[in-house]
């Protein structure tokens, strides 16, 4: 089995890419962030046609998260049980989706930003993980032979090695520690990053942004992550970022990180 997670950065406008993507690397399941469409936008036809049935949540044109799967698509949650919101007035965002799938229970998360240390989005941030870490802790204390898989663009550097440069971060978000502390306590609950042993770094990255030749320069980020139960990291056999899929013309900003299981 075979499973994924991207961050399309509109899948719209990628829809084409995506679908090539799934057929070339013979995914099951994908998990997708940043679709940035309502659900009646969403072009289901194209997933179909491809073979996958597709939960997708989205609100508006921000934020979105889907899974498109062909190996069956069962007991769909939108947001995870204590998902706060964010805004004025407080608002539930389309940051999370969950689906059983071929007996894993995929989630497809697209965590806060953050903006800045001193915005409340930042705040928001934290709480959000923190949220996930007591509900992920809920899962496997309720059944550790859970096969879960915490998939999706996490907004977090763990470590030095995965920014190209730290000292350009330094003040900025996604490498601060309450960011950083708040990933290890989702690894300190249970959760393995099971794609990292696969693909080391230095120099490893999932993300680059658009501006300042931050591609071909090599400047990029290492924020996407398949975060593992116990259980299903067992099953891991390996793992690899697809790089080229941040080429060419139309590319989002993110890379396909690709979980292989036994």
């Known amino acids: 089995m075979r499973i994924a997670t991207w961050n399309?950065?509109?899948i719209r406008t990628r829809v084409d890419r995506v679908v090539a993507f799934l057929e070339r690397h013979d995914v099951d399941v994908l998990a997708m962030q940043e679709t940035k469409c309502k659900d009646e936008q969403f072009p289901m036809a194209r997933f179909e046609e491809a073979g996958y049935e597709v939960a997708h949540h989205g609100l508006n044109q921000w934020n979105g998260v889907a899974i498109a799967s062909r190996v069956g698509l069962e007991d769909i949650s939108i947001g995870f049980e204590d998902m706060p919101g964010f805004g004025d007035p407080i608002a539930a965002e389309a940051r999370a989706i969950g689906a059983t799938c071929g007996g894993v229970r995929a989630w497809s998360l697209y965590v806060p930003n953050g903006r800045e240390i001193d915005h409340p989005h930042y705040s928001y941030k934290l709480e959000w993980?923190?949220?996930?870490?007591?509900?992920?802790?809920?899962?496997?204390?309720?059944?550790p032979l859970a096969q879960i898989a915490l998939m999706?663009?996490?907004?977090?550097a763990p470590t030095d090695e995965d920014v190209w440069d730290i000292g350009f971060f330094e003040g900025k978000t996604h490498v601060t520690p309450p960011e950083r502390d708040a990933f290890q306590a989702m690894i300190d609950?249970?959760?393995s990053d099971v794609v990292r042993p696969f693909?080391?770094?230095?120099?490893?990255?999932?993300y680059w942004d658009y501006?300042?030749?931050?591609?071909?320069?090599?400047?990029?980020?290492?924020?996407?992550f398949a975060l593992c139960s116990p259980a299903l990291s067992e099953?891991?056999?390996?793992?690899q970022i697809d790089r080229d899929e941040r080429k060419g013309k139309g590319a989002s900003d993110h890379a396909p990180v690709i979980v292989d299981l036994d």
């Open 152 to 156: 999706g663009d996490w907004n977090i």
């Open 235 to 239: 099953r891991v056999e390996g793992a």
């Open 211 to 224: 501006t300042q030749l931050r591609f071909p320069k090599k400047q990029g980020m290492r924020i996407d």
């Open 8 to 10: 399309v950065n509109s």
């Open 129 to 143: 993980l923190e949220r996930l870490r007591l509900d992920g802790a809920k899962w496997l204390a309720e059944d």
């Open 189 to 191: 609950a249970g959760f």
């Open 199 to 206: 693909t080391p770094g230095p120099g490893t990255y999932t």
